[in-house]
């Protein structure tokens, strides 16, 4: 557990102060979980780093277990804009949905006739 | 007597932080008493509960963060931690490569695209729009993308909430819909249009729906910080 939490937190540390150099717009979360990715599978067999692989990977099921309560504390900020969602929240809202939607199409149609085209239903 | 332990309590985090972890467990347990009811979705149940006693109570957002900024913490190592199931399930992220990268630039074009679109049309300011245009990738990357075109983060993040829940929401009665079997598209679609939320309810869903949820959250944070550029 505590050698999990520590693997994470290193790698978004690792993250940020890459993307702090880079100055791009890649978070630092980002770099670091496509950095844990490419380190695992570069240890992969490795007798040395055995338990902080199997330690990193049951703290990461249990934080991705409980994945949406963190993002409560952002959502109740939506009281700081209470005059806006009086005025413009069915707008917001229309706006959102609608938009979603249309995202929630065109991405997952992109997919599938791509990997249509590219035979990937061949086994199916 | 009560006023005195009110003041005694909002001093320090444990107040929010135990108040906002019982309310998510509370609503888990709701979400749950109607297996795949997605309306009962348990963060729009908690942010609503915390919400109306905040607004009741008269206490404001800054000294609820205090306490609740231990859990909203933890957003940047669980990035992370989605670096681990894309090791584990990597064949299964090779064999459809191409169709996951058609899909990324295509959805991210439409979800930047169509936000900026609409916000145009119904008029609100360019301030507003800059506020929503990163809407669809995680809080704290659109909070960055969206300081970055003079918007205001904290808009920003309350709609990257909405908009993780209205998906998390639509998207199987949608996909069903639809007749759209591939988990893999349908994980992918979700994560790319509602982010960690999308992503949650994809792992609540499936296993891999969820893996692909989770990469297309985190290619769609990279794609869209250069996509918003060429609408705005």
Redesign the interface.
Known sequence: MLAGITVLLVFQLIGEVTAYYLGCFVPGPVIGMAMVAAVLILAEGSKALAPAHRQTLETSRAILANLGILFVPAGVGIIQHLDLIRDRGLALLAIVLVSTAITLTATVWVFILVKRLTGGYAND | MTEGLWVYLSASPLLWLAG??V??LAA?HIAGLVPGNALLN???L??IA??AV??FSGVD?DA??EG??F??F???????????????K?SLVR??L???L??LV??SL??VG??VF??DL?G?TPA?VAS?AP??TT???AM??SS?LKGDP??T???????????AI??TP??NA?R?K?Y???G???G???H??G??RA?SVDPVA?LFS?I?M?LN??VT??VVHLFL
């Not at chain 2, 933890?74 to 584990?88: C, D, K, N």
């Not at chain 2, 993040?157 to 998906?167: D, F, N």
């Open positions: 906002t972890l309310v998510w888990t348990p963060i729009m908690s942010v915390i919400a905040l607004y957002y609820y963060f609740a900024q859990i909203h933890l957003l940047g190592p669980a990035t992370v931690a989605l670096g681990i199931p894309l090791y584990e990597l064999s459809n191409l169709p996951l058609s899909a295509v959805g439409t979800a169509s936000t609409l916000a119904f609100f507003v929503l809407k669809s809080a704290a990357v960055a993308i970055g904290a808009l993040a309350a709609v990257v909430v909405l908009t993780g829940i209205c998906g639509i998207v949608l996909m639809m759209i591939d893999s598209a349908r992918f679609a979700v790319l249009a509602s960690g939320i992503t949650a792992y969820g989770g297309a985190g944070a990279v910080a250069l």
